[in-house]
């Protein structure tokens, strides 16, 4: 018999995390509105795998992935990346902002990797940036109105924006973007504002929260000023406060999503999504954090493009499934819509997958004989590669995470 696997699942208590939305998606109780939840992960990572129940006992899905690798994951994916689960799937429930970010590509995952491991610096140790070798794309998904920072913006239209709170002390280094507009213009900028010395950040700061204050209400007042107001209550003193000025400010509805490639500065300010990604812990950061903070590399990994920030809609591939259509390679989503009498079918060609229950309660049955689990919503499952049909019966919304299909 094929199993399909309730899973457990780990939930980090990060200090931005929200009190309440992760408690309500999973129906748990304890410690409710006391602590911060920010995230709640599912698959296999090394540092917080998900458990799942295996001849009676609780082991880690990463175990179970080393006990039978080819019956989980398929031979391909297995051989591809090493008996390891390709993507780590997360809620992500956030009531303050994240650190502005970026996230290296492969080649510099794996020289960081290898250079701080010649260092020996431990992989928990404060300043550690790479944590593994592996690079880190993602997606975002809103489950709520969800508002985030991505990529840098047009840069006239970061001059515009700089342009009216801009202290006379950095008028000069605006002034030169301006006669500078392409990506080495505008990393000369950012890089000239992220390294300047403290006392001059804070008079930089203090004068150009008071001018932001005073735009409030003009006609053609923007919302990259009240976001920035709200980084300054939270991250006082941080210069950090000037990225809704210069990245690309998103609020995603639910059901709409973005992908964030390697290289790419983000940072996501409010609500809740489910977030899939390479299976990565590498994390660069500049600034809204009192984390590590390493800006010599941040900005050696950048892509200082302009970019307009794409928001995705899921496409339709059958009655009931709709696809995020992504570049990556370890991960695709997907999210399943069925009411009740109506049965969502999976016929093979398919890779391994973990199901997640957003609305309402489904059923989810293997084609052999009493391989069928019920789930509520904010349960997951992981549907093994060597399952290769089932069904879904019950009104449900399922957020479906897996690799892309190859026949090769």
């Known amino acids: 018999m094929e199993n399909i696997y309730l899973m457990k699942n780990t939930i980090q208590k990060y200090a ?9 998606l999973t129906g748990l109780k304890t410690g409710y509105g006391a602590e911060p939840w920010a995230e709640l992960w599912m698959g296999a990572h090394p540092k917080a795998s998900s458990r799942v129940k295996y001849n009676g006992d609780m082991i880690s899905l990463f175990d179970l992935i080393q006990t039978m690798p080819e019956k989980i994951l398929g031979s391909g994916i297995a051989g591809k990346y090493n008996n390891t689960l390709p993507f780590l799937f997360k809620i992500l429930a956030a009531s303050k902002p994240l650190s502005l970010q970026a996230h290296p590509d492969k080649v510099h995952a794996e020289k960081g990797f290898e250079k701080e ?4 610096i431990s992989l928990n140790a404060f300043n550690r940036n790479y944590k593994d070798s592996n690079h ?3 997606c975002i998904c809103a489950l709520t109105s969800f508002y985030a920072l991505n990529g840098f913006r047009k840069i006239s239209m970061i001059i515009k924006l700089m342009d009216k709170i801009c202290p006379l ?3 000069s280094k605006l002034n030169q973007l301006q006669n500078n507009q392409n990506s080495t213009g505008l990393k000369t900028f950012f890089s000239a504002l992220l390294t300047m010395e403290k006392n001059q950040k804070q008079k930089i ?12 209400n003009l ?18 003193g941080d210069i950090g406060i000037f990225s809704p000025l210069i990245l690309n400010l998103v609020c995603l509805e639910p059901g709409q999503a973005m992908f964030i490639p390697a290289g790419q500065l983000h940072s996501y300010l409010e609500g809740m999504g489910i977030e899939l990604m390479a299976n990565s812990d ?4 500049g600034g809204l954090t009192e984390k590590h903070i390493d800006l010599p590399e941040l900005l050696e990994i ?3 493009s302009e970019k307009k920030s794409d928001i995705l809609l899921p496409e339709k591939i059958n009655e009931y499934e709709k696809i995020y259509n992504t570049p990556a390679e370890e991960f695709t989503l997907s999210v399943i819509t069925i009411k009740q009498n109506e049965v969502y079918t999976c016929q093979g060609n398919k890779t391994v997958e973990i199901l997640l229950c957003t609305e309402g309660n489904a059923v989810i049955s293997g084609f052999k004989e009493k391989s069928e689990i019920s789930v509520l919503r904010g349960n997951s499952v992981l549907i093994p590669f060597s399952l290769q049909n089932y069904t879904i019966r019950g009104s449900s919304t399922i957020y479906k995470a897996s690799v892309p299909y190859s026949k090769n």
Do not use: C
Not at 219 to 236: C, G, N, S, T, V
């Open 136 to 138: 880190k794309p993602e």
């Open 282 to 285: 590498n994390v660069l950061r």
């Open 169 to 171: 002390t950095f008028r």
């Open 205 to 216: 700061i203090s004068e150009a929260i008071n001018k932001a204050g005073k735009l409030t």
């Open 117 to 120: 491991n010649k260092l020996k």
């Open 302 to 304: 950048l892509n200082f």
């Open 16 to 24: 931005w995390g929200s009190k309440t939305a992760i408690y309500q």
């Open 219 to 236: 006609p053609d007042y923007d919302k990259a000023y009240e976001w920035m107001i709200k980084l300054h209550k939270h991250f006082p």
